[in-house]
């Protein structure tokens, strides 16, 4: 039975803020997948240190963003959770799969472009080769499917080639992953310009509303949501994408339909429309929030499960390492 699931690989920088955004985009959509699939989920801690970071900060981050998979639903039994940085296999594959990958192809990545325009200062190796280790992340595992966001399209492409490129000059090693939209993701915009995704670097703080905000906080910045000069509520992203963006939060948090969601609000104001939705968020979060409290009370556990996390990560990791290694010619 276990071995015709499909696998299923993504991993979370611990160093992002997560919101609702990446809530109803990612987290929510792995827990409806991890019954269907043979899931890895893990925390990317070692992509994060190509931006410089705080050490104590980042130890913290590493725990809380480990803490929040679980009460998000995930399940340690059932999938494999991890931090990349407690399972070796993942340094040592991407050192061999760099040397399997083009200076060139590697200058074409736009997050490369990106990120060494806006830290100028370090401009390290290992910004350049952040897409070698997410493909050693991703091969180690042997993934069918990624579910990721648009911006990691490029890397799932990387990932592929070189998997491909591999397997031509040794035979089959690698399955050659494929990414994955989720059907039922919420696409969630900015609370301040429903133009732009909901994102944490949003100049405006009232813009996103992070996944540990108080009920209070939560209510205020919904209450301060951009809607629009109308008066009537209506799902239509185009032309009222502010309150179209309200209802599509409303029907995460509710399971209603849209059809539902807007029949209920019918003949209801703008006001009403923003406290029931805040009233449904604060609702959908609190057990999160709650479980997350206590996940993070308990060190001891905490720690069991990321030690038995990483065990099982990486005796799944080293058998694709050692037939690496032998088809290399490195053993
Ligand atoms: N680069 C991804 C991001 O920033 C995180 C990541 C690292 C990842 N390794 C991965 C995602 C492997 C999917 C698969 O979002």
């Not at 035979?171 to 609370?191: D, H, N, Q, Y």
């Not at 556990?301 to 080293?318: N, V």
């Not at 694709?320 to 088809?327: E, F, G, N, S």
């Amino acid at each position: 039975m276990e071995e015709q699931k499909k696998n299923m690989l993504s991993l979370i920088q611990p160093t992002n803020t997560p919101h609702l955004g990446n809530y109803l985009g990612a987290m929510q959509n792995w827990v409806k997948l991890q019954n269907d699939y043979n899931c890895y989920f893990g925390i990317a801690d070692l992509h994060s240190i190509t931006v410089r970071q705080d050490p104590v900060k980042l130890r913290n981050q590493i725990k809380e963003s480990y803490a929040l998979l679980i009460a998000a639903g995930l399940d340690p039994e059932k999938s494999t959770l991890f931090v990349q940085g407690h399972n070796s296999n993942h340094a040592e594959l991407s050192w061999i799969l760099s040397c399997y990958t083009q200076f060139g192809e590697l200058s074409r990545m736009t997050q490369f472009k990106d990120k060494s325009a806006k830290h100028a200062d370090n401009i390290n190796a290992g910004l350049f080769t952040y897409p070698v280790l997410m493909a050693g992340d991703i091969l180690l595992y042997q993934s069918d499917l990624v579910p990721v966001g648009a911006d990691q399209k490029q890397h799932i492409e990387i990932a592929r080639d070189i998997a491909i490129r591999f397997n031509n000059a040794y035979g089959e090693t690698f399955k050659v992953p494929e990414g994955f939209i989720p059907k039922f993701g919420a696409r969630v915009m900015s609370l301040q310009d429903p133009s732009m995704k909901m994102s944490k670097s949003d100049p405006n703080p009232n813009g996103f509303v992070a996944i540990m905000d108080d009920p209070s906080v939560i209510m205020k910045k919904f209450k301060r949501a951009v809607t629009d000069s109308d008066t009537f509520i209506a799902f239509d992203p185009e032309n009222k994408p502010g309150v179209s963006n309200l209802l599509s939060i409303y029907t995460s948090f509710t399971g209603l339909t849209m059809d539902e969601a807007v029949k209920h609000f019918d003949g209801l104001g703008y006001g009403s429309l923003k406290t029931e939705v805040a009233e449904a968020v604060i609702a959908g979060l609190e057990p999160v929030q709650n479980e997350y409290k206590k996940i993070l009370s308990d060190k001891a556990y905490l720690e069991k499960i990321m030690a038995d996390g990483a065990e099982k990560a990486s005796a799944q990791a080293r058998k694709t390492l050692r037939k690496v290694y032998r088809k290399v010619g490195l053993a």
